[in-house]
């Protein structure tokens, strides 16, 4: 097997990668958007339309997000340090926030514009050049929505992806902007305020989106359920171990994830044989998902011949597995009949109480096994277990 120091630098330039698709995407971005906001600002102030104005403001604001995305795409790549362990990557969370600031401040004064506008209305004076620059910027929008959205599928920036998204959402209010000048050239009704209050409204609320989807990479998402399953099959195809549970993935950032996991192993291995397994597996997971585990912590199971502890352990996961309501999986059994002991883990539904639980659980099992000392460990659902089993072979 390759070891990971060979496969460091091909991670490594994967990062580098990702950097420059990410700056080279946005500075194209940056370009297009200030050459639309410049030529949108002379048709605006030349045939004194308000919604050609927003329209170019939105541009300049687009191109504002791109500096931003930039900067923190830099910032973000910093090495790691003292008081930064494990880099800077989630720079691009708080870049990503900015710019979401900067698109709402840009739709409630766009917002507050038109509305003056609509209280004191004035004539437009649309020239053909002025239309054959709005109906150009469409296209162009559409084609930089486009690009971007395919770089950030490249690169896998959900920051590009949005702003593809927003490119071409962005076109479609330009298109607003040419109809609501056509029905004025061709009927003499001027729907210039209300397209540029409706332009305001929809930059609203892209601002509050971006906000909310940021502050929630921020806080901490429950894990990808693709990329949980795909550890935890990797993990259980080990031969020594039987499940993996409790994977823990903390994100500091774009490719950026630390993991913890529990791994149930059977008591008859010895500590060098579980050094040579997490070893592996580390390099194993580092290797094809870019994923560190940082901890691999040990559950044991009784030997498969012990027949005794085999159907003690079946009939105390159909007790908890009967309180389908709250209990989504028991893993980490473990009895010792010579010292009248078991414990394991309950995985429960958020919204529970964790005591309460224990207290009816332990209560259950010791009806049927009243010599035994219980130790019960409840588990959150934090990688949608109830979702996906993904666990390993057994329960």
Request: one cysteine or more.
């Amino acid at each position: 097997m390759m070891s990971e120091q060979q496969k460091m630098p091909s991670i490594k330039e994967e990062m580098i990668n990702r950097g420059k698709i990410i700056v080279r995407t946005s500075v194209v971005g940056i370009f297009v958007n200030i050459l639309l906001a410049a030529f949108k600002a002379a048709v605006g102030f030349t045939a004194n339309s308000i919604a050609v104005l927003l329209d170019a403001v939105n541009n300049l604001s687009d191109a504002l997000s791109s500096v931003i995305t930039v900067a923190g795409a830099k910032l973000a790549n910093r090495k790691a340090d003292e008081e930064h362990p494990f880099g800077h990557g989630r720079i691009e969370y708080l870049s990503a926030m900015i710019i979401a600031a900067i698109v709402f401040y840009a739709g409630v004064t766009s917002l507050w514009e038109s509305g003056k506008k609509i209280i004191e209305p004035e004539a437009a004076n649309y020239s053909q050049l002025s239309l054959v620059i709005i109906a150009v910027a469409v296209v162009v929008k559409v084609v930089l929505g486009r690009y971007f959205k395919r770089q950030g599928a490249a690169a896998e920036s959900g920051a590009l992806e949005a702003s593809g998204a927003d490119a071409i959402f962005d076109a479609i209010l330009s298109l607003s902007v040419l109809a609501s000048a056509l029905i004025y050239l061709a009927f003499g009704i001027s729907l210039e305020a209300y397209v540029g209050a409706i332009i305001a409204v929809f930059i609203i609320k892209s601002g509050i989106d971006m906000m909310r989807d940021t502050l929630s990479d921020i806080l901490g998402e429950r894990p990808d359920p693709v990329l949980v399953r795909r550890i935890k099959g990797m993990l259980a195809a080990e031969p020594e171990i039987r499940g993996a549970y409790d994977l823990m993935i903390n994100n500091y950032g774009p490719g950026r994830n630390y993991a913890s996991v529990h791994i149930e192993l059977p008591d008859t291995m010895n500590t060098d044989e579980i050094d040579q397994l997490t070893r592996r597996i580390h390099d194993k997971v580092y290797l094809e998902t870019g994923v560190r585990l940082m901890g691999v912590s040990v559950y044991s199971y009784n030997n498969a011949h012990d027949e005794e502890a085999q159907k003690i352990r079946k009939a105390v996961y159909k007790i908890v597995m009967a309180h389908r309501d709250y209990a989504l999986q028991v893993h980490g059994f473990y009895v010792n009949r010579a010292q009248k002991k078991m414990r394991f883990d309950v995985v429960v539904r958020f919204g529970f109480s964790l005591p309460d639980i224990v207290k009816e659980l332990k209560a259950e099992v010791k009806a049927v096994y009243p010599d035994y000392d219980v130790l019960i460990d409840p588990d959150l659902d934090m990688s949608a277990v109830c979702n996906n089993c993904g666990h390993g072979r057994t329960h």
